[in-house]
């Protein structure tokens, strides 16, 4: 089931030919009202976080949608103390949440793209004992969220940066190398959660791409074979450019998830320079709710503007990606 | 496709045919032996500090990928050998530790260890016995030294029938009389006498440190006393028993509570046990909890009805109002249609953490717009009902573009010549939607909204950005279970509040999983996913 799956569509046009005009007419305004109220909801939270924003007294009693302002500069005070005032960024260290982010989104993509490609790769390429069943694992695992293993992800993280004390009193002679590398992957760190994103990263991908490798004739290997090349060298020179288009798309889905992720990172990172944007932004108004209101809006439109235009740019893809049954995290 | 496949069997054949240069090989087996040895590194490190199970799955991952490497046959799974160990160790076993720890009472307060840990850990933290002839020193703060190399010494005092005698142990030498106690000098032998700031700083080190060689180490006792002591507690690994060498107390290892219980007394008696008590299983008491305790459960059907009422309520309010849209705009008359869907996603494509969170300022009671522009003062996130409505309005406002975008899908796949019949037959607009378009849509759309509630049923990150879960439920013994909590959320409290009960936490989230995994059976059954898949591999 997919969007253009049918090109004869049913638009009502038979209707229109048996109502009068003035039906018609009456129709059309209905459902015109019905939109604009439809519109009127869905953008009202929009247009309250941008008069948020832009307001400089900066605190959540907003009672006018248009900011009252005497200068240019004063609309953007929110903007100034969130990214350049010393003792809000001591406090909220908005630069690092999104360096953080950054970081965490750009090597989870790159990583989970190139695992679950390579997978993807072999499933669709070769016939070997035990394929279905692990196809079909690859699935069905996924029916247990990993939101449910929250404990266990947290005292393997914990346990991974105990590992920095341990080795030297566990193995003695090991003791001159500094084991502190295990600090980067335990508990509060930007590694740890990278790999906690990557252990969920085989799953429903693998399945699309699996889809997209299907797609790309047999002949193209069967030809590379014959020249002598390695699976490696057709993999790594024929497959990849030829689905690169589409790896892209599933790219910036993966980072555009991953950016926005927030209960595990919660959960994982605990301290305010280790946060992501997500986890910051959360933490921001928790602390005190009405005060910081102007500059969490500040910052809520700084992250959300590059994602809404991604979503609305890539419209089709992830309508196709819906019909298959993904539902956003 | 499959087709295709089966016409190419000589692709099977992987990298026989492209054997492998001498250098390449040897250049993979370095790699494979320093893999190795930095695996087995973990492997022992895991198991030393107590964690025999991550030590046995690093294990496993290990042997699969040494096994998938030199098995020539199973070339094929090299390609997903990196992204299956990560699977395995953060998704598999994961699942598997939550399993068992719902049969354990482990809780990072009250059973934390494994019960030799357990022992050494009483042991470490209890304290110093100082046997009934060996004399008591006092120790002034000032009276402390340090030589050169670091090395602390204390110059202690004690009174015997009226004269001072007095002490200068260092650590790891053996003890010195001193000729005048109550002349402490500058300097003595090689040690310099540290200021009063640098004792103070240095105080945690001296307080582990043991002075003194041989038999005769002395400790600093509480209130500045110095003695030869020995740990309070001993453990004896052989029967398991901890023996208060104070009171001449046996402990003895109680394996259905997971506590010390003094020999003779009752587990139930707070002084008659020992803290921490150590990990055990306990079998189905953390399920039978859930059931027969009156505090556990009140809350927990409160909690589990929500839940439900939450799900429902959820697809059917998102995909009645996304249902609408997509009807009205599938209509081509309306102007402007692609600029519209645009507008109507954008709640979708905002994160959702953010909008949440400006729902919720907008949502505030005395601040808020919403109240404020209505006029009124609805405690929408501070009422008990009032904050479930809020709860169902956010997620419709997040949830409704999904189902538009699913509906209008749909509906574009629904075939004219079905219309035309319909109007041929001189079916009304109402009849066409209740008896063609609506069961047409659900059986296209019936899987995803299955699909939609198991998402909602474990909707965390809705509730905690929106109301925390609050207003609380009084008398709950988790911490902060509140009314608007579902299952996932109140799990969330279980094991990460004070009590940190993460057994009481894993047997919730198998009952979860449990309801999850039937309705998500349902939905392949409905879809017949299985069966299709198996088909197309």
New interface residues.
Partial sequence: ???N??P?????????AVMSSRD?AIG?TL??T??SI??L???F??V??FA?AFNPTG?????NLIPQVDSFEELFTNFYSLTSDPEVLAQYPFWSWIRNSMIVATITTVLSVM??A??A???S?????G??T???G??L?Q??????????????LQ?IG??AE??P???PF?AGIDWGIFLMFGLDSLGGVI??Y?????GIN?WLMKGFF??V??EI??SA?VD?A??WQTYWMLIFPLVRPILAVVAVLSFVGT??E??LAR?LLRSPENWTL?VG??NF?TAD??RD?GK??AG?LI??TP??I???LL?DQ??GG??Q?A??G | ?AT???S??N??Q??R??AESLPTRLLKYFGLMILNAFAL??V???F??G?PG?SLVVGLITLFVNVVIFVP????????A???A??I???????T??VQ?AFTNYSNVDHPYPKEQAAQQIARVGGFYVGENNPIYNWENENTFVNAEGVYALWITREVEGVTEGLFVAVGQAAVSVENPTEVPAEFQGFRRMERREVGRALRDLQSASFGAGEETYSILRGGQVAVAVPRYVFNAENGTLLDQSTGNLYVGDDSVGFFVREGGNAENPNDILRPGYRVFVGLYNFTRLLNEPALSGPLVNIFIWTVVFAFASVFTTFA?GL??AL???????PGRKI????????????????I??????M?LN???IN?FIGVEIPWLNDPFWSKVAIIVVNL?LGY??MM??C?????????E???AA?VDGAN?WQRFWNITLPLLLV?VG??LI??FT?NF?N??LI??LTGGNPPISGSPIAGAGQTDIL?SY??KA??SNQAD?GY??AI?IV??LI??SV?LLQYRFTRT?EQ??EN?
């Fill in positions: 089931m997919s969007s799956a049918a004869s569509t049913y638009k009502h046009e038979d209707s229109r018609r059309l459902r015109m019905a939109i439809a519109i909801f869905a953008l939270p929009v309250f976080i948020s605190d959540l009693q907003t009672r695992l679950t390579l997978a790769y072999s499933f390429r070769f016939r070997f004992y394929r279905r692990l196809l079909l690859v699935l695992v029916v247990f969220p990993n939101l449910l293993a929250l404990v266990a992800l947290f005292l393997i346990q105990r590992l341990v080795i009193q566990a193995l090991l790999l906690v990557l252990g969920g990263a085989m693998t299907d797609s004739p047999r290997d069967e074979m002598g390695t699976h950016f926005n927030f209960v959960l997500m932004l959360f108004i709710f009405s209101w969490f809006a809520a992250s959300a994602v809404v991604v979503y609305l419209q992830i309508v819906l019909t049954g539902v956003k | 496709m295709a496949a089966k190419t069997p692709l099977q992987g990298d045919q492209n590194l973990l022992y490190s895991f030393y500090d964690n991550l046959s199973l070339s094929p799974i090299r390609w997903m990196p992204g299956l990560l699977a160790l953060l998704v598999i076993y994961p699942i530790f939550t720890t109002l609408l849209m009205i705009l599938n209509d081509s008359i309306i519209i869907r645009s507008l109507l996603l954008i709640p979708y494509a905002i994160p959702g953490v953010i909008s969170l400006i729902w919720r300022g907008m505030n601040l808020g717009i404020d406002w573009p999904y975008l699913i209008s899908g749909a509906l574009q796949a629904i075939p004219s079905v219309y035309e109007a607009p296209a899987p995803l699909g939609s998402f474990n965390y990150l905690t950005a996932i799990v969330y094991a990460f993460y936490a894993s989230t979860i999983f999850v995994a998500t299985l898949v198996s591999v």
